[in-house]
């Protein structure tokens, strides 16, 4: 999901209260937004092709000892993150991340996966990322078609 796919739909559910889900378990309420990044990345991958993408990551801190255990509203989500998009260009193009961990769970950038509503609540359901092969998604180069690593030159297989 996109940045701007996120805000568009966070746009017409201000009244409501935005609940995260992070793999299956809400985040308790009372959490806080702590930060809005953009993130940019640069790699290569196994095939040998450059890739270039941008990531705009949220970042979630579950609640502390003094704070109320209320949902944050879609209003002051928006709010919080247009003052961030007042003064860091965040990109709408941008896949939208939400980093989140606690005492039992390291932080990780989840994934949207789906996004509900329920009653009054709108529910953001995350999924932890995964791990793929770029080159054999495009079944181009080193991971590409069954036998193309057998046929390809030593020097140009990588998987």
């Known amino acids: 999901m ?4 996120l805000l568009e739909t966070l746009a017409s559910h201000q009244d409501k209260s935005l609940v995260f ?18 993130v ?14 941008r990531e705009t990551v949220v970042q979630l801190m579950g609640p502390g000892p003094g704070d109320k255990p209320e949902f944050m509203t879609v209003q002051k989500f928006l709010s919080i993150y247009n003052r961030v998009a007042a003064s860091v260009p965040v990109r709408g193009e941008a896949q939208i991340r939400f ?5 039992l769970r390291p932080a990780v950038h989840y994934h949207v996966a789906q996004m509900s509503l329920e009653g009054q ?12 092969c770029k080159a054999r998604d495009r ?18 297989r990588c998987c």
């Open 2 to 5: 996109t940045t701007q796919e």
């Open 21 to 38: 889900e992070a793999s299956g378990q809400r985040i308790a309420p009372g959490y806080h937004v702590t930060e809005v990044m953009n």
């Open 40 to 53: 940019t990345y640069e790699s290569m991958d196994c095939g040998g092709q450059a890739n270039f993408w």
């Open 99 to 103: 980093e989140y961990g606690d005492a």
């Open 121 to 132: 609540h709108l529910l953001v359901r995350l999924v932890p990322p995964g791990v793929t």
């Open 139 to 156: 079944a181009t180069g080193c991971c590409g078609p069954v036998g193309l690593e057998v046929t390809a030159p030593a020097a140009t």
